[in-house]
């Protein structure tokens, strides 16, 4: 059995572990990742990243069909599905490569096995081929620190399991090699809609099914109502106050089910008392810190955001706490977020936006927007959210092309505290302009839209 004594373990090489290990080694620490599968975690392997390559697989499908609008003559042949998850699974190794030169780069120790907790500052690893673990123990880490970023893997319904063939999970759904005739998906969450958006646009004939009574529950009403329109016009079925979606299974030839994530907490963490959360979470402070003063735990694993972006910003910020002796709290007051239907939505606000009495709207549709029209791509507004008094923005709500990249705009708006918007600051023509016309809209300065009859 191999033995080493390090400054810092981290547990996982998802996007909190990956930066955290890295920006711990930039500051001169010696450091040891564990991971039990493939570096970049759920996002890079089987989440966001092969997610987004199907949608814009579909997404140049779709342009190749319309190019006639800019004056060509395009035959599209059939599509083989196989042909795009190779190229899908190309883009990930090739993505993971690069991942896995970066911590070399910074002689960083990578041991591929499962971790366990001795104690709150020695992990014991396990042999693990890709998945397969056995009670073979290959290496002990004694750490100063130790950060968890162990992710989380989907769940299941109760009453219901998945088989991997007729009943499946977002990853295996991401790796058929070819389109069902049909599919019904339970969750309309961003996944099942982001699901539903790509196979219903591939051919299949996709169900749609939400226990709440509407898409997207967490999201703005009229956000919500604007893509479960859009899904109607794809051909997607869309039903919402369902509970009964399981009933009729045996009709579909796929079961995709998208209702939430469950932590991957097996780590022995019984061994050492670190006090859980709801659902099996790890509780952490506003430093990413838990019970156990020298254990850290960072992104999906504590349940907070579940998003890559913020679990790289707990990862960083704690490499810097831990590594210098800080005490800077992660600061998640602004966080963008944007779901990839056809066409893509986002949206972002300030996190104490409810607080806010005064506030007026502003709406700009692309119908409205010159680029919009150059790029065919007229579906779908801008939605502003205004302080009447300050004339402060605190919101974006955006349907349409582009605005998975526009939010970060908003949101690069929002964080500065920016008191109004300039026009002088917007390029013409672009998409960026109609978060501006959105915002005059809401104070009645708009010179872009047709005068409303009083």
């Not at 990956?18 to 920006?23: D, E, I, M, N, Q």
């Not at 499962?114 to 081929?129: H, P, Y």
């Not at 899904?231 to 919402?240: A, D, E």
């Not at 998640?332 to 779901?339: C, G, S």
Request: charged share 25%; proline share 3%; glycine share 8%.
């Amino acid at each position: 059995m191999n033995f080493n004594k390090y400054d810092i373990a981290v547990i996982g090489l998802g996007p909190g572990g990956f930066t955290a290990a890295v920006r711990a080694a930039q500051l001169g620490a010696k450091v040891a990742v564990i991971e039990k599968s493939f570096t970049g975690g759920t996002c890079l392997n089987c989440g966001c990243i092969p997610t987004k390559f199907l949608w814009q697989s579909l997404k140049t499908k779709q342009k190749i069909q319309k190019s006639y609008e800019y004056g060509f003559k395009a035959v599209l042949e059939p599509v083989i599905f196989s042909d795009i998850i190779a190229k899908k699974d190309k883009n990930i190794a090739n993505i993971r490569k690069g991942m896995e030169m970066v911590l070399a780069s910074h002689k960083l120790d990578v041991i591929i096995g499962s971790a366990l907790f001795k104690d709150k500052n020695t992990l014991t690893v396990l042999n693990n081929e890709r998945g397969t673990v056995s009670e073979d123990v290959i290496y002990e880490v004694l750490a100063d620190k130790i950060i968890i970023a162990s992710g989380t893997k989907p769940s299941i319904i109760k009453g219901s399991a998945f088989d991997g063939s007729k009943v499946i999970s977002s990853t295996e759904v991401l790796n058929l090699k070819e389109i069902p005739k049909n599919m019904l998906i339970i969750g309309g969450g961003a996944i099942g809609v982001e699901m539903a958006t790509i196979f219903s646009g591939f051919g299949c004939q996709v169900t749609l099914s939400e226990y709440e009574n509407c898409l997207l529950p967490n999201e703005d009403e009229e956000i919500s109502e604007e893509i479960r329109k859009n899904l109607l016009r794809h051909g997607v079925n869309v039903l919402t106050s369902c509970a009964d979606a399981l009933d009729d299974i045996d009709k579909y030839e796929k079961v995709l089910i998208v209702t939430g994530r469950t932590p991957n907490n097996d780590l022995g963490l019984d061994n050492i008392g670190i006090k859980m959360a709801k659902k099996g979470f790890i509780e952490t402070n506003e430093f990413c810190q838990t019970n156990i003063e020298n254990i850290y735990a960072v992104g999906d694993i504590a349940g907070k955001n579940l998003l890559a972006y913020t679990a790289q910003n707990e990862g960083a910020l704690t490499a810097e706490n831990v590594v210098r002796g800080n005490f800077i709290a992660v600061d998640n007051f602004i966080v963008p977020q944007a779901v990839f239907a056809m066409p893509q939505s986002a949206s972002v606000k300030v996190l104490d936006f409810s607080k806010y009495q005064d506030v007026v709207f502003g709406k700009f549709p692309f119908t409205a927007s010159g680029r919009a029209f150059i790029e065919n791509e007229r579906a779908g507004f801008v939605k502003c959210a205004v302080d009447k008094t300050t004339k402060k923005p605190l919101a974006f709500w955006i349907v349409g092309a582009h605005s998975d990249e526009l939010i970060n705009t908003a949101s690069q708006i929002l964080k500065s505290g920016m008191e109004y918007i300039s026009r002088e600051t917007m390029f013409h023509p672009s998409f960026s302009e109609s978060l501006l016309n959105a915002y005059e809209y809401a104070l009645g300065k708009c010179t872009e839209l047709v005068k409303n009859k009083d």
